[in-house]
């Protein structure tokens, strides 16, 4: 995926603009919105249904190949809201590196890590680890998005996502709802 030189990234201010709209996420149910399988390094498919594996992540990601999969980074989450605000057009969200694409809030004060969530015939639990815009999050959507999702309150509004692992194998598809399951007695 190289990148698209014609592309013009959201400025600060752009991006500062929008942010009210992605803290309107629902809170407790949402839809998910995108699901994308990462075969191999660089490689994006947007697929319409998944199998979520509790050894595998997502099936057909190539998570469990690479040298450093972490059980509790099995699978990463973002924002649709976020998303859409930093990329733009939905055919860029692929870029961006997560599998999961919810209009859910996805905050540290909402989702604390230990919350499990219920996607689909699944359940996935966040993970303590943190989420961070990386390099080529820079590359692909622009320093200012990296700077803006990396902001201290930025990152407890987890606007580059969050990372979870699966529970609770199960198939999930566009449109399932994701809900927030009580903390457990």
Request: glycine residues 10%; hydrophobic residues 40%.
């Amino acid at each position: 995926m190289g990148h698209d030189w014609r592309v013009t990234h959201r400025t600060p201010d752009e991006l500062q603009d929008g942010l009210d709209h992605v803290r309107a996420a629902p809170a407790d149910r949402g839809i998910l919105e995108c699901i994308v399988c990462r075969p191999a390094v660089d490689e994006r498919t947007v697929v319409g249904a998944g199998e979520l594996s509790m050894l595998d992540g997502l099936v057909g990601d190539g998570w469990g190949t690479r040298s450093m999969a972490d059980p509790v980074r099995q699978l990463t989450v973002m924002n649709a809201r976020a998303i859409a605000l930093i990329a733009g057009d939905r055919d860029r969200w692929p870029l961006a590196g997560d599998q999961l694409y919810v209009d859910l809030d996805l905050s540290e004060d909402n989702l604390p890590a230990g919350t499990r969530l219920t996607i689909g015939a699944a359940t996935i639990e966040v993970s303590e680890a943190p989420h961070t815009g990386c390099a080529k999050f820079a590359e692909r959507f622009g320093m200012d998005a990296a700077r803006f999702v990396n902001t201290p309150e930025n990152r407890k509004l987890r606007l580059r996502g969050l990372n979870a692992r699966v529970v609770q194998p199960g198939t999930v598809g566009l449109g399932d709802i994701i809900a927030k399951l009580p903390p457990p007695n």
